[in-house]
């Protein structure tokens, strides 16, 4: 709703803003400045960019609402965004309605290490409502201030590169792939590879729906011309000749294959030892999911108090619920063994952890689970 409350005034505005949002990211102007937002179906989007080395945001707005304050889905966000190591602006949303409460809110997110600026911290937060309008421009400015304090810069002459935040196959049109170009211009007519498949770029489309030739750094666009279905994440490399591009392609694909018959080592509990003394791995990466809250800061607290030299314990998220997709793939993009206690794993999280190769290791009694860990640390933990 705050995206829809800015592309309308920009639109009552009398620019053109992307109201017919074709492609899940869009553009505004601010004072001549172009924003490109990327609308993220969830959280997990973060995590699945990261894992695959393609990384579009530069700032990360975390929507929290006034009367809610910090749900569990916020915390997950939250742990995506620092291990994404972005700029968080946080947008307190819903300041209109009755019994809100902006600053329980702020005390809130203290508690996730992110310190107000109002409070003597570093985080910017910003008082909104998508309905009045409240705070609306003061929010596009921090996050333009931000840009120039963060001297974000790309070079529009040189290869062009972009990443695919979104694909799928429209009738009529084959695959297509919305991608936010990185560095360079993409023009049409120009061959390409991304992630193993090879292709050459037939027509362009921007954030309105329009044909255009080309398209610069940070401006999203519908690209068609793909052979397969690129996948979420993937980058888009523009390539000097269609020859040189179906060669890499081919080498890729070959690549793949022997992937597949070699999975990468990730990390396990009992090998950290080994990891050790081979002059590998000085941090065990953990992620828990408790039945209930209390549950979890205990443990985190239990497993913070085991003193090792050789081996630390951090842990990259924590929250109660059942094991879910989106904690295999944060696990799988930050190298962690997930951890449960007195919880279920769903479905989809059970496939993705076998794909990813993640350890998931689950417990019903709490000391079970704070001792293996103690022994993972001070490597005692038999290997299975």
């Known amino acids: 709703s705050l995206l829809d409350y800015v592309r309308k005034s920009r639109v009552v505005a009398g620019e053109a803003g992307g109201i017919t949002q074709h492609i899940g990211a869009y553009r505004v102007e601010h004072d001549g400045k172009p924003i490109t937002f990327i609308d993220t179906p969830g959280h997990a989007i973060f995590t699945e960019m990261r894992a695959r080395g393609a990384d579009v945001t530069d700032i990360v707005v975390l929507v929290v609402a006034a009367d809610d304050g910090i749900m569990p889905q916020t915390k997950e966000a939250i742990s995506h965004a620092k291990a994404a190591n972005k700029t968080i602006i946080v947008a307190v949303n819903k300041c209109d309605v009755p019994g809100a409460d902006p600053m329980r809110?702020?005390?809130?997110?203290?508690?996730?290490?992110?310190?107000?600026?109002?409070?003597?911290?570093?985080?910017?937060?910003?008082?909104?409502s998508a309905i009045t309008g409240q705070g609306m421009e003061e929010l596009i400015e921090l996050m333009a201030l931000q840009?120039?304090?963060?001297?974000?810069?790309?070079?529009?002459?040189?290869?062009?590169?972009?990443?695919?935040?979104?694909?799928?196959?429209?009738?009529?049109?084959?695959?297509?792939?919305?991608?936010?170009?990185?560095?360079?211009?993409?023009?049409?007519?120009?061959?390409?590879?991304?992630?193993?498949?090879?292709?050459?770029v037939k027509s362009l489309f921007n954030d309105r729906g329009e044909q255009i030739k080309e398209a610069g750094p940070a401006t999203p666009v519908e690209v068609l011309g793909f052979d397969e279905l690129p996948?979420?994440?993937?980058?888009?490399?523009?390539?000097?000749?269609?020859?040189?591009?179906?060669?890499?392609?081919d080498e890729r694909q070959e690549e793949k294959r022997r992937e597949r018959l070699v999975q990468p080592k990730k990390s396990r509990m009992e090998d950290m030892l080994a990891l050790v003394q081979g002059g590998q791995k000085t941090e065990l990466r953990l992620i828990?999911?408790?039945?209930?809250?209390?549950?979890?800061?205990?443990?985190?607290?239990?497993?913070?108090?085991?003193q090792s030299?050789?081996?630390?314990?951090?842990?990259?998220?924590?929250?109660?619920?059942?094991?879910s997709e989106s904690d295999i793939l944060l696990a799988s993009s930050s190298d962690a063994v997930v951890l449960g206690f007195n919880v279920k794993v769903e479905g989809n999280a059970v496939k993705a952890a076998k794909r990813e190769g993640v350890q998931v290791k689950l417990y019903s009694i709490v000391y079970e689970l704070i001792d293996q860990v103690k022994e993972a640390l001070l490597g005692l933990l038999e290997p299975e």
Do not use: W, Y
């Open 231 to 249: 996948i979420v994440g993937d980058e888009l490399v523009a390539m000097e000749n269609e020859r040189a591009a179906k060669k890499l392609s």
């Open 288 to 306: 828990l999911k408790c039945d209930v809250q209390g549950s979890v800061g205990a443990i985190q607290g239990a497993v913070a108090e085991v």
């Open 147 to 200: 840009a120039e304090v963060l001297e974000l810069k790309a070079n529009p002459d040189a290869n062009a590169r972009a990443a695919v935040i979104e694909a799928k196959v429209q009738p009529g049109k084959g695959p297509t792939a919305t991608v936010i170009v990185d560095s360079g211009t993409l023009r049409v007519g120009t061959p390409f590879i991304c992630g193993p498949f090879a292709g050459k």
């Open 105 to 128: 809110v702020k005390t809130q997110l203290m508690e996730h290490d992110l310190m107000p600026v109002d409070l003597g911290g570093t985080v910017e937060t910003v008082d909104v």
């Open 309 to 323: 030299d050789k081996v630390e314990a951090k842990f990259i998220h924590a929250g109660a619920g059942s094991i």
